[in-house]
């Protein structure tokens, strides 16, 4: 079979088995419903952290307001279920669509701005729609939300596969975006969006595009998400808290990267039930912390640790693992010089710097 | 007409209460170029702390404003040399210093919930229900004392810029921090006191806004966010600007009120903000591009 040339043979194996690996494994290891029914949902975090994470991490611009998709993809996959009765996968597609075509609404306009501009103006998109979803009672129920009808979806146990089919689609499409002269020309807009369009890249279709993919996605996740509870309501769905679990998936996975919000999503989970069952006053001071320690110490989260201890061990990350990262000028060294360009180190400051990275200074 | 005027100068009175709250953010950005979205949150804090200075103290929230200040000066130079000071300068920590001023954000409001509950305060004086009459219009005289304070503050904040040395350092700093090390100016204090003054500010303005509003730990995110909208607007060149971004802010909410739902309002910013950089990129009067 031909593969495009940006695919690795390898990375296509890993993919298949792993799937199969995750296909299979309730049948062959018994997890109890509990646990399996939260892996289906570690699935969609995953798929949402993976969507968050290519504005965020591949464009470079942060969203503090994807709960905004989020909840639309619910409330319109709720409404479709509930009014309509249309099949579940039908309701998600169209839920994820309509959520896209909104992102690129206010998106279009938006994604003019740069860094810090983009990211507050998010915080602006989440919070108007929140406001307008709460009081469009005969969209979103309003305050008391939405209840989708018995028997009609998939259940919990079901779902674990329906998130692993979401999972799959979504991390072919990471990879898909990363690699191929897409994911390059995202790159080229993250380091300097002016030399980029100097080059013939144009910033605004490839980031309406991402724009729309990630808007899409988080659109199903949210119709995924209304599916699992059967009952979702505005003032979680489009909460503020929302939007900053998908950042926090990204950023304390490893921003930029494949498994980085795959393994945010498993911290987030595992803090949700586990921690936050004993202590629930202080979830969101447990998440600032650690924003603060990730970005103090590890700008590359959970990624940029396992890529420290590989270093050490000697392994080293591929170009296209080390240029994924948080900072646009994060790599002095050419991307053909010999050895690949390290992750960008932590700050020069020295907070908790160790012995072992390279060079990855900035400004 | 008597409607109109008495709209106008409502607005006019906002206007002053949202350019305190826009000042503080706008001299870090402009000097360290770094966006503290702990802005919100520090309003919030000093909003809790005059409302406790006022009900366990009896301190009139105005009297307050000095002690706010000085704690929240040293507040924000202890953010500065704790946090802040570790983040890579120019466009490359743009990022990581949102993420780490959220992170911030998130352990006030998580601090603020623990200590007060999530129900709404707010401070009442003696005088809290009390009116002034202006162009024969009666107005709260909390609004009518925010704005004097705001102008004051403010003209403070100019004269401090212009005349004092550590102002005019701020100042070199803001235009080159290269040559100001050059010519013995210390950026790193610098960048402390800014951050500290910058702090400072918010806590005004969340004492000011403690007479005005009701509040909870949630409060603080569309002050931040308008803040930012005045920022955009008005350009970060001087303290006409920001007046002018807070007058249009201030006239385009209360004038909103007309024509949208009540609900809306608090999305008039947005809206006002997308609308301005669509047609202009550059905010009304900036030169360069936003970056």
Redesign the interface.
């Known amino acids: 079979m031909h593969l495009p040339v940006w695919a690795s043979r390898r990375a296509l194996i890993v993919f298949v088995v792993a799937f199969a690996v995750l296909y299979l494994a309730p049948f062959v290891v018994s997890l109890g419903d509990y646990l399996h029914n939260l892996a289906g949902l570690a699935f969609m975090f995953m798929a949402a952290g993976l969507a968050w994470n290519w504005l965020g991490g591949y464009v470079?611009q942060?969203s503090?307001g994807h709960a905004a998709m989020f909840g639309t993809g619910g409330f319109t996959s709720a409404r479709l279920a509930v009014t309509f009765g249309l099949p579940f996968w039908a309701t998600w597609l169209i839920g994820g669509m309509v959520a896209g075509v909104y992102a690129l609404l206010?998106g279009h306009?938006?994604l003019?701005?740069?860094?810090?501009?983009f990211?507050?103006?998010t915080?602006?998109?989440g919070?108007?729609t929140r406001?307008?979803a709460?009081?469009w009672t005969d969209f979103t129920g309003g305050s008391s939300g939405l209840s989708l009808p018995i028997d009609t979806g998939p259940t919990k146990f079901e779902l674990y596969w329906y998130g692993l089919y979401l999972l799959a689609a979504v991390v072919a499409m990471s990879y898909w975006l990363r690699k191929s002269r897409i994911g390059l020309g995202l790159l080229a807009i993250k380091e300097d969006v002016e030399a980029a369009s100097d080059v013939g890249v144009n910033p605004s279709f490839y980031q309406d595009l991402v724009l729309f993919l990630s808007g899409t996605v988080v659109g199903v996740c949210g119709g995924f998400y209304a599916s699992y509870q059967a009952f979702i309501d505005p003032l979680d769905m489009f909460s503020?808290e929302r939007s900053?679990s998908f950042?926090l998936i990204g950023?304390i996975g490893g921003i930029g990267t494949i498994l980085g919000p795959a393994m945010g999503a498993i911290v987030f989970i595992v803090i949700q039930e586990f921690l936050l069952a004993s202590y629930p006053?202080?979830?969101?001071?447990?998440?600032?912390?650690?924003?603060?320690v990730?970005?103090?110490f590890e700008?590359l989260g959970l990624s940029g640790l396992i890529m420290r201890l590989g270093r050490r061990l000697g392994i080293k990350p591929s170009p296209y693992a080390a240029a994924g990262g948080?900072?646009?000028?994060?790599s002095p060294d050419a991307p053909d010089a010999p050895d690949p360009p390290g992750p960008?180190g932590p700050?020069?400051?020295s907070?908790g710097a160790s012995g072992h990275e390279q060079d990855g200074g900035?400004? | 007409m008597g409607q109109v005027l008495a709209l106008a100068v409502s607005a006019v009175l906002l206007a002053g209460f949202y350019a305190s709250m826009a000042y503080g953010l706008g001299l870090i950005y402009g000097v360290l170029r770094v966006?503290n979205?702990a802005h919100g949150g520090m309003i919030m804090a000093s909003a809790y702390l005059s409302w406790v200075l006022f009900t366990k103290f009896s301190i009139d929230p105005y009297l307050a404003i000095p002690i706010v200040m000085v704690v929240f000066f040293f507040v924000g130079v202890a953010m500065y040399k704790g946090?802040v000071?570790?983040?890579?300068?120019?466009?490359?920590?743009?990022?990581?210093?949102?993420?780490?001023l959220?992170?911030?954000?998130?352990?006030?409001?998580?601090?603020a919930?623990?200590l007060f509950t999530g129900d709404d305060q707010a401070v009442r004086t003696s005088y809290s229900t009390a009116s002034i009459p202006i162009f024969g219009n009666h107005y709260s005289v909390n609004r009518v004392a925010v704005f004097v304070i705001s102008l004051v503050a403010v003209a403070l904040l100019q004269l401090w810029l212009s005349k004092t040395y550590t102002g005019k350092a701020v100042r070199g700093v803001t235009e080159n921090p290269d040559s100001s090390t050059l010519v013995g100016i210390d950026v790193e204090r610098v960048y402390a006191i800014t951050f500290g003054v910058g702090t400072a500010l918010a806590g005004l303005a969340g004492v000011l806004a403690s007479t005005l509003f009701a509040f909870n730990p949630?409060f603080g995110?569309?002050e931040?966010?308008k803040s930012?909208v005045i920022i955009?607007l008005g350009g970060l060149g001087s303290v006409i600007g920001i007046a002018v971004g807070a007058l249009v802010l201030g006239f385009a909410e209360i004038f909103a009120i007309y024509v949208v739902?009540s609900?809306?309002t608090?999305?008039v910013?947005?809206?006002l903000?997308?609308v301005v950089?669509?047609v202009r990129?550059g905010g009304l009067f900036g030169s360069k591009v936003?970056?």
Do not use: D, H, K, M
């Open positions: 470079g942060i503090f206010w306009p938006t003019r701005l740069r860094g810090p501009y990211s507050i103006a915080i602006g998109v919070e108007a406001l307008v709460t009081y503020f900053i950042v950023v006053q202080l979830y969101l001071g447990l998440y600032g912390v650690l924003l603060i990730v970005i103090l700008p948080l900072s646009p000028a994060s960008p700050p020069t400051a907070v900035r400004a | 966006v979205l946090l000071r570790f983040l890579p300068r120019g466009a490359a920590g743009g990022v990581q210093s949102l993420l780490l959220f992170g911030v954000w998130l352990v006030i409001r998580n601090l919930y623990l949630s995110s569309g931040l966010l930012f955009v739902p609900y809306l608090a999305a910013g947005f809206v903000l997308v950089l669509v990129p936003l970056r």
